[in-house]
């Protein structure tokens, strides 16, 4: 079992920053893709949207919103995805989850499987 474990959200300012984290522990075998997903207000689970994601090359996704004013990174020593998100605007309010495609021991095998974090809420007003 793999827990995901987020942080970082809160009320902001129009134009301000706020840098989300999650990191990830328990079976893992290896960490491939992260991501940070949102669900606006008012939205369902399944219209989550990506924001931004990460391979375990280093390579980035953006959705183009949120391109020039979000980083996403990560740090494998600590299984963490991070997402800085600075110039925040009303329209990037919603509750924010990490996605990680990962790794884990199963007996003498790897299977490879994806968790989604608890959810943290970013709320940016006036």
């Known amino acids: 079992q793999v827990q995901l474990v987020e942080s970082g959200g809160g009320l902001v300012q129009i134009g301000g920053s706020l840098r989300l984290s999650c990191a990830a522990s328990g079976n893992i075998f290896s960490i491939n893709d992260m991501g940070w997903y949102r669900q606006a207000p008012e939205k369902q689970r399944e219209q989550r949207e990506l924001v931004a994601s990460i391979t375990n090359g280093d390579s980035t996704t953006y959705m183009d919103s949120v391109k020039g004013r979000f980083t996403i990174s990560r740090d494998n020593a600590k299984n963490t995805v991070y997402l800085q998100m600075n110039s925040l605007k009303p329209e990037d309010t919603g509750v924010y989850y990490c996605?990680?495609?990962?790794?884990?021991?199963?007996?003498?095998?790897?299977?490879?499987?994806?968790?989604w974090g608890q959810g943290t809420l970013v709320t940016v007003s006036s």
């Open positions: 996605n990680v495609k990962y790794g884990s021991w199963w007996y003498a095998a790897v299977r490879y499987l994806e968790g």
